[in-house]
DNA sequence: CTTAGCTTGTGAATGATTTCACAAGCCCTC
DNA sequence: GAGGGCTTGTGAAATCATTCACAAGCTAAG
């Protein structure tokens, strides 16, 4: 298959949140522009987001609403569920694993990971907490395909090395620290510091940042 | 100013982080390759980088550690603390308001607000909570520059009117809906849904995303 | 059946970002 | 103070992403 650029995966996505309520208001078809006018962009672009993947849409009509959010899930590969873990039930780990934005979208926590006893048995919205230790006999008896790290910067690496090791084909780091992993591994990273220093930097330097 | 790249600045936040480490570690100097290795680039993009915003290093030497993070920091506009408010203190926004990443960059949480009467003065990490209803009038007192919004997505477009309203120029919004900002208002969103999603799209696609 | 009115799908053009490649500059040694 | 070895800074080239612009295709109405 051809490349596929980021920013196109991204607004796929957005167009589906988007899609999702339209049809929740009653709404059957949209438009490339209606639907342009939702993710900040335009007609053309949501037109080529969706041409790499092939013909969606019906001339003079626009989308069929189900059809189209049905056939974005399909090529964002949601259509499965996936099961995710989460390594460190600090506050960041918590919280993810409580929320409910991932469980609405087919990322199912099958299970939450950390070092401190104290936490460890904690439940977090009804998975237990559970020691580190397990992982990799986790891994093993849950297939778990994505990691997400809520460590502390020193410890990422680490959990990164022994997750992808023991079969985790995907990484989200909130550690705010590179990591390597092993060619093959899909491999992303939030970093909450750098959106805000990004803010500064558009308020300090004003226009010279293309304003969203 | 010329115009800026915003993958630009995020790299450059990524190079001060790498550099505060290696200051730490006593080095003195680095080339543009190792700071280029940390952030996963090459050399000629840091290079490149740097160039918009002036000329930093020695020509043969590399440059001086102190004085390049010192430069960056200018650049990205840290060289002086920012205000921030976030307002939602359920999961994510307790989370954020006692994240140490936070401070230790010069971002200061000067307040965080909730509507729930329950919420309301609880203490996070020394800041009390109070009520989303103060907002208005605590902005004027306090003028903070930047607002995070961390509450429910039905609420998010209506909080960022009045806190634009009332003063703030940047949001960082994680609440997963597309917000509309007034024009000189610096906006950015994390949607952690998309990231998963992303890393969903490469599992499922094998290839077609380009790695990172 | 034909026409009017829309909207898609897509090459081509434009614009933005990254990579290349090399002259210029600095330090160190001799 | 001249030469070797490195590394920066930067135009030019290449690649990548977005926007333009329009033919093709669908529906509905007459
Ligand atoms: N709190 C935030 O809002 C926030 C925001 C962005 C990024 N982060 C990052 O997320 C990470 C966690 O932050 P936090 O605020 O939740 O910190 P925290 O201290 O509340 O949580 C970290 C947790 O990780 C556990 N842990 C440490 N080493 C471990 C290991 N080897 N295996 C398993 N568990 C381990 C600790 O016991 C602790 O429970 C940090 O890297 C932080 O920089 C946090
Ligand atoms: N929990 C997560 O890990 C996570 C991750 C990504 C995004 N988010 C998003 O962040 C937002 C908050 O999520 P959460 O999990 O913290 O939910 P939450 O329910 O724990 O917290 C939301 C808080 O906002 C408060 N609130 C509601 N309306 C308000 C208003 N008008 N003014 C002030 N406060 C108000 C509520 O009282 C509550 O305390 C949601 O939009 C969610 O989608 C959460």
New interface residues.
Partial sequence: ????A?ST??R???YL??LEEYEASGHATISSGELAE???TTSAQVRKDLSFFGSFGKRGMGYTVKDLSIAIRE????QRP?S?IIVGAG??G???A??R??TT?G?RVVGVYDRDPARVGTKLDGVSVRPEAELERDIAKLKP??AVLCVPAEAAQAIADRVTKAGV??V?NFA???LKVT??V???A????????????????G??????
Avoid: C, D
């Fill in positions: 298959m051809k490349h596929i980021e995966v991204r796929l996505s957005l949140r988007f939702s993710g900040g090529i964002l590969g949601l996936w995710v506050k960041i918590a919280a993810l409580q929320y934005g991932f979208r990322f395909e994505i084909r995907a989200l705010p620290t590179p060619e093959g899909a491999m992303r939030v970093n909450m510091a750098t959106e805000l220093e990004i803010l500064a930097f558009g308020l300090t330097n226009g010279a940042l293309p304003v969203r």
